[in-house]
């Protein structure tokens, strides 16, 4: 059962409310329904996923792939399940992660500090090329000295302790990784952590710039709040 979220604005308040504790809305470009929103690199480390629009959306037959450096094969992960409006959804690798971290999906990977790629993937195919530009894929990170990212721009290396955080707890999405991530302490989050609903404020026809579809996105207007208090989307 997915809850609605609830919002009070007034009318004279601009529609990009950024407030984590008064609101849990934050209106971005439109790009990606699904993202990388952490990467934490090593055996012991994670992917997490981030449903950024307002319905559930299926992961299933999806997959993650991992590659380093200059390198053109890649490692599928299968995917498998849903994540609500506004969730998380954490992939480990097999080996012991972060103490106080519960996790969706558990499979043998690890993500270089240094040069990793990590590629969502809608399908499980193998991605071919050191830098594909495959249709399918859904969203990119390419961390260090990494030959690949979006827009050409790198996620500065990891360490043992840090991890790549999408900005604005999940939302940022420029299609230019180096503008979209925070190198901070690793914060893993699952489908039970607190939502994080991002508002998708632009529309029409937009092309990623490491190679994703062309897609048509459909703007999703934040209206005012009704007389329930809930957001009319």
Same mark, same amino acid.
């Given at each position: 059962?997915?809850?609605?979220?609830?919002?009070?604005?007034?009318?004279?308040?601009?529609?990009?409310?950024?407030?984590?504790?008064?609101?849990?809305?934050?209106?971005?470009?439109?790009?990606?329904?699904?993202?990388?929103?952490?990467?934490?690199?090593?055996?012991?480390?994670?992917?997490?996923?981030?449903?950024?629009?307002? @319905? !559930?959306? /299926?992961?299933? $037959?999806?997959?993650?792939?991992?590659? *380093? &450096?200059? #390198?053109?094969?890649?490692?599928?992960?299968?995917?498998?399940?849903?994540?609500?409006?506004?969730?998380?959804?954490?992939?480990?690798? @097999? !080996?012991? /992660?972060?103490? $106080?971290?519960?996790?969706?999906?558990? *499979? &043998?990977? #690890?993500?270089?500090?240094?040069?990793?790629?990590?590629?969502?993937?809608?399908?499980?195919?193998?991605?071919?090329?050191?830098?594909?530009?495959?249709? /399918?894929?859904?969203?990119?990170?390419?961390?260090?000295? *990494?030959?690949? #990212?979006?827009?050409?721009?790198?996620?500065?290396?990891?360490?043992?302790?840090?991890?790549?955080?999408?900005?604005?707890?999940?939302?940022?999405?420029?299609?230019?990784?180096?503008?979209?991530?925070?190198?901070? *302490?690793?914060?893993?989050?699952?489908?039970?952590?607190?939502?994080?609903?991002?508002?998708?404020?632009?529309?029409?026809?937009?092309?990623?710039?490491?190679?994703?579809?062309?897609?048509?996105?459909?703007?999703?207007?934040?209206?005012?709040?009704?007389?329930?208090?809930?957001?009319?989307?």
């Amino acid at each position: 059962r997915v809850i609605a979220p609830t919002v009070c604005r007034s009318a004279s308040e601009p529609l990009s409310l950024r407030s984590w504790t008064s609101n849990p809305f934050s209106t971005v470009s439109a790009s990606a329904p699904v993202v990388v929103s952490q990467v934490f690199g090593g055996y012991s480390g994670f992917v997490e996923l981030h449903n950024r629009t307002q @319905s !559930v959306v /299926s992961i299933n $037959g999806w997959s993650l792939q991992i590659s *380093s &450096g200059s #390198a053109s094969q890649w490692q599928v992960i299968p995917l498998a399940g849903t994540i609500a409006p506004g969730a998380f959804f954490l992939v480990r690798s @097999s !080996v012991a /992660s972060p103490s $106080g971290a519960t996790f969706d999906l558990a *499979s &043998g990977f #690890a993500v270089a500090n240094s040069n990793g790629k990590v590629a969502l993937v809608r399908g499980t195919l193998v991605l071919a090329g050191a830098c594909p530009g495959d249709s /399918s894929i859904v969203d990119f990170v390419g961390l260090g000295s *990494s030959s690949c #990212a979006e827009n050409r721009n790198t996620v500065p290396a990891l360490t043992p302790a840090t991890s790549a955080v999408r900005k604005d707890r999940g939302c940022t999405d420029r299609d230019d990784n180096a503008a979209d991530f925070d190198i901070v *302490s690793p914060s893993p989050r699952d489908l039970r952590a607190v939502q994080r609903f991002c508002v998708i404020s632009d529309e029409g026809v937009r092309i990623a710039r490491h190679g994703k579809a062309l897609a048509r996105i459909e703007a999703l207007a934040l209206t005012d709040a009704t007389d329930t208090g809930t957001t009319a989307l």
